[in-house]
């Protein structure tokens, strides 16, 4: 079974490629920021808490997050393989993924990193603010969260790169080249 971590600012389209490959491999998706959002969405305590942070652009903490994300992988049943999308965003969380995976006797197969400018994320995202219905798909927003990323999630492709793990491809283009580019990177694993 594979593990593979699907890695990029906000807006990269982390949900767009999960959804291709998903698609193609049958491999299970895991969108921590989607589990939140359902939380959110069905009123839990969880969901209360969560929202907090979402709204203004800021993250989980990671001691809830990595609690949140062991019990969501642990309930997924037999699968080809997971994508993780939007989860590790800090290094905390990137070491208690490692050691989760191990005690279960795995490992993350693959980070695959979509770079893209930051000019083009924010392009994105305030489209994407026109009809997501998310509160945090707005400029100012949009804004702390690119900021959140570079200092909290950055730091993830040098931890990445340590691990051998880290696979970089263009995160622009057609939906196509960047699916093919991903596509070429697992099937190579
Ligand atoms: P993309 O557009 O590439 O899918 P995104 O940053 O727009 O990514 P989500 O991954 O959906 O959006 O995350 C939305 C919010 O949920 C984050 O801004 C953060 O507040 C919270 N969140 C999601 N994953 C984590 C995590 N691993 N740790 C902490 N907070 C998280
Ligand atoms: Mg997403």
């Given at each position: 079974m594979k593990n593979i971590v699907i890695f990029g600012a906000p807006g990269s389209g982390k949900g767009t490629q999960s959804a291709l490959l998903v698609e193609k491999y049958g491999f299970k998706h895991i969108s921590t920021g989607d589990v939140l959002r359902?939380?959110?969405?069905?009123?839990?305590?969880?969901?209360?808490?969560?929202?907090?942070?979402?709204?203004?652009?800021?993250?989980?903490?990671?001691?809830?997050?990595?609690?949140?994300?062991?019990?969501?992988?642990?309930?997924?049943?037999?699968?080809?393989?997971?994508?993780?999308?939007?989860?590790?965003?800090?290094?905390?969380?990137?070491?208690?993924?490692?050691?989760?995976?191990?005690?279960r006797g795995g490992q993350v197969d693959a980070m695959l990193e979509l770079d893209v400018p930051e000019a083009m994320l924010v392009e994105r995202l305030v489209e994407r603010g026109k009809t997501s219905g998310r509160a945090d798909d707005n400029e100012a927003t949009i804004r702390k969260r690119?900021?959140?990323?570079?200092?909290?999630?950055?730091?993830?492709?040098?931890?990445?790169?340590?691990?051998?793990?880290?696979?970089?491809?263009?995160?622009?283009?057609?939906?196509?080249?960047?699916?093919?580019?991903?596509?070429a990177v697992i099937d190579a694993l």
């Open positions: 359902n939380e959110i969405a069905g009123g839990s305590e969880l969901g209360k808490t969560a929202r907090t942070y979402i709204d203004d652009g800021k993250l989980i903490p990671d001691e809830l997050m990595i609690e949140i994300l062991a019990s969501v992988y642990d309930g997924l049943g037999q699968t080809e393989g997971v994508i993780f999308d939007g989860f590790p965003r800090t290094i905390p969380q990137a070491e208690a993924l490692k050691e989760m995976l191990a005690k690119l900021d959140v990323y570079t200092r909290q999630t950055a730091p993830l492709i040098d931890w990445y790169e340590h691990e051998g793990k880290r696979h970089a491809v263009k995160g622009y283009g057609s939906l196509e080249e960047i699916n093919a580019a991903l596509c």
